[in-house]
């Protein structure tokens, strides 16, 4: 997501407040809403009006952590209602993101942010996550991993560019591939000498799969069931790296195939920078 203008910072911190809203939020309920969204070092609420507040706050913060707060409003783990009121905070929130050509959007039950496709309403488009070298190196320590992560997500965004549909698809599920296990193995390093549970007995770590690694990041709690289910075509379009399979489903994947698959990986990333 990009900078967002000072007028839509303000127009966003109004929604999140809600003051005088079934969902207002007072000074603490701010502070805790930030270290949710996966802030650090969220700043101390100081008494003054709250929506200035956090204007100031949302000012003074990368635009990756103003995506992060953007979808945890609109998030259903942040409501005791649940989907409703997120959806009723998701139409508030993107009433205020259409000037920007933003959108949040559901993948799964995950808000995620794209830019809007065609007319604001419309089918809304997915690139690689912003600001993915900060975001990784507040989630990974090796800086090793971390550049081959970066190279690959840069390697699947010049080859969706230049129409290199089927390379951009084997990417973007190395690119989950490694940062699913890299988080893994720095959370649970026991997994690194015991190896992962898998259906048919324990599998080495360097030999564990996609699906067995987003299953085993699901039962750790370090992500949502709806973000693991929505990975899937991400991990079945894999498959076609073998050309005779791709030939008998006469799979021909273009720019919105990949776009599909880019929605995936920022309802992930967001699950794992959860605190």
């Keep these: 997501m990009h900078r967002l203008d000072p007028k839509t910072l303000h127009r966003l911190a109004s929604v999140v407040c809600d003051v005088d809203g079934a969902e207002e939020r007072r000074g603490s309920e701010l502070e805790q809403l930030l270290r949710e969204a996966g802030w650090t070092d969220p700043p101390e609420y100081d008494g003054s009006g709250r929506v200035a507040w956090l204007r100031e706050a949302l000012l003074d913060r990368p635009a990756a952590d103003v995506e992060r707060l953007v979808c945890r409003v609109c998030d259903p783990l942040e409501y005791d209602g649940g989907m409703p009121v997120a959806e009723t905070f998701r139409n508030a929130v993107n009433s205020v993101l259409e000037p920007e050509r933003l959108v949040v959007t559901f993948v799964g039950a995950r808000p995620v942010v794209g830019e809007a496709g065609g007319a604001f309403g ?141 929605g995936p990986v920022h309802a992930v990333l967001n699950d794992l920078e959860r605190p």
């Design 122 to 262: 419309g089918t809304p488009v997915f690139g690689a996550p912003d600001d993915l070298d900060a975001r990784l190196r507040r989630l990974i320590g090796d800086p090793e991993v971390i550049e081959i992560l970066v190279d690959r997500a840069e390697q699947s965004r010049l080859a969706q560019a230049a129409g290199a549909h089927l390379l951009a698809l084997f990417g973007i599920g190395s690119l989950v591939e490694g940062l699913v296990l890299a988080v893994l193995l720095e959370r649970l390093p026991h997994l690194e000498k015991q190896g992962f549970a898998g259906r048919k007995g324990t599998v080495p770590a360097d030999r564990a799969g996609l699906d067995l690694l987003l299953e085993t990041a699901h039962a750790h709690k370090l992500i949502e069931l709806d973000a693991k289910d929505f990975m899937d075509p991400v991990r079945n379009f894999r498959n076609y790296i073998h050309p005779r399979r791709q030939a008998a489903q006469s799979f021909r994947p273009d720019h919105d195939t990949v776009a599909l698959c880019w």
